[in-house]
């Protein structure tokens, strides 16, 4: 198998996927997660392993 090939085949996958979800899902942006989730602002508790101690 050549590079060129495998390349087309990977790129022709990822259309499949990306067609395949667009297919299954209705997209509704109103209900959809955030793009870029930075936190939500709460504070953590509990078992969290980058809480400093007190």
Known sequence: MTRAFTASLALAFVVLLVGFDLA??????????????LGSGAVASGGFCGALPN
């Open 24 to 37: 299954s899902a209705e997209l509704n942006p109103y209900q959809a997660p955030a793009a870029f989730a």
